[in-house]
């Protein structure tokens, strides 16, 4: 008889996990995905030709567990847009200065038609494996069986794997038994990757900052935007800048918050960067199926990967995984990709 496996979270590490999983081929898995979408906080939104990412994004050279998952997935990379001058802001009394960006910096590559499409080849390989809208609310462990509740259902599993990030997961699931105390506190103090970030893209007709030299890479030590980027895709037929936002705009509605970045690119940019098609934005803190609204301060990257993440509970039954929990680049696409690895090898 099939050992039956329950996957909490369609993400990246929840996917890989199935698809490692299911190349074994002597495991029943079901993936449940909360939200009305796969990917976490991969988020690609499609605006015309340019797929924009308001989500994970970047991958390097070193992250050789996501990169070896690409090549076998058929995901094509590409480098990511660096040719030209940069500009800083460092007051807001002066205008952005120009710079040549350094040579032999380290190339950063993105995923040829949106990070999204590692999900979508991910999503082909489980087809009948994954539930959407299915909001897990309780895990009741006994002698043999594992019961889970979610908002729509009842599932039974003989192991569950958890790839929600730990703090969402102690606040979010009632536990019996309860999970032990000190695992409720560490993860009660483990950062969310994400959580303290805003991401935005202006869709653009043409890649009007080429012209003039520039690479559309630019830092602000002002604000609004803090970092900014050329996000025109693989084809070069489709144009977008994208960046960050400071995060202590989040009170902000978005049109407020928009109406200040377009200002600051007109400032870095002129006239043109008022020009655009759309623009496009996502503040991870209120999401409320990827992390817990506090205003609890936690430094990034705080106990991911942490010793007490490493071991199984409710009697060898549940797995806590997730980029977060991983040892090696966590609260990174890599790290939740190596977490499924060694959440396989650990079953």
Request: net charge neutral.
């Amino acid at each position: 008889m099939r050992k039956e496996i329950l996957i909490i979270g369609g993400g990246l590490s929840g996917l890989v996990t199935g698809y490692l999983l299911k190349q074994k081929g002597n495991y029943s898995i079901k993936i449940l995905e909360a939200n009305s979408r796969l990917g976490g906080r991969i988020y690609t939104k499609k605006i015309g030709s340019a797929p924009i990412e308001l989500g994970a994004t970047w991958l390097w050279k070193y992250n050789t567990s996501l990169l070896n998952l690409c090549k076998e997935l058929n995901a094509n990379l590409f480098e990511q847009q660096m040719e030209g001058d940069a500009l800083f802001e460092a007051m807001s009394a002066n205008p952005p200065q120009r710079f040549k960006l350094p040579p032999n910096q380290e190339i950063s590559y993105r995923i040829d038609g949106g990070t999204s499409t590692l999900l979508d080849k991910l999503s082909n390989e489980l087809q009948g494996c994954i539930l959407l809208n299915e909001k897990v609310l309780e895990i009741n462990s006994s002698d043999d069986k594992v019961l889970v509740k979610t908002s729509n259902s009842t599932y039974y599993c003989d192991t569950i794997i958890s790839t929600l990030p730990p703090k969402l997961l102690v606040n979010s699931i009632q536990f019996s038994p309860e999970l032990p105390n000190d695992v409720i506190q560490i993860a009660n103090k483990t950062h969310t990757w994400m959580k303290d970030s805003i991401k935005f893209s202006v869709v653009y007709d043409t890649p009007f900052w080429r012209k003039n030299g520039l690479s559309g890479v630019a830092f602000s030590n002002v604000g609004p935007f803090t970092e900014l980027y050329d996000h025109s895709n693989a084809s070069d037929n489709g144009f977008a800048l994208m960046g960050f936002v400071n995060g202590s705009l989040a009170p902000l509605n978005l049109e407020q918050r928009k109406q200040k970045v377009i200002d600051q690119l007109k400032k870095f940019f002129g006239e043109e960067a008022t020009q655009y098609i759309s623009y496009e934005e996502k503040v991870w803190r209120n999401e409320k199926l990827t992390t817990i609204t506090d205003n609890q301060f936690i430094m990034p990257h705080q106990h991911n990967g942490h010793n007490i993440y490493q071991k199984p509970f409710l009697n060898g039954k549940l797995f806590i995984s997730g980029s977060e929990t991983s040892k090696e680049f966590g609260g990174y696409m890599e790290g939740a990709v190596r977490r499924a690895f060694n959440i396989i090898e650990n079953l």
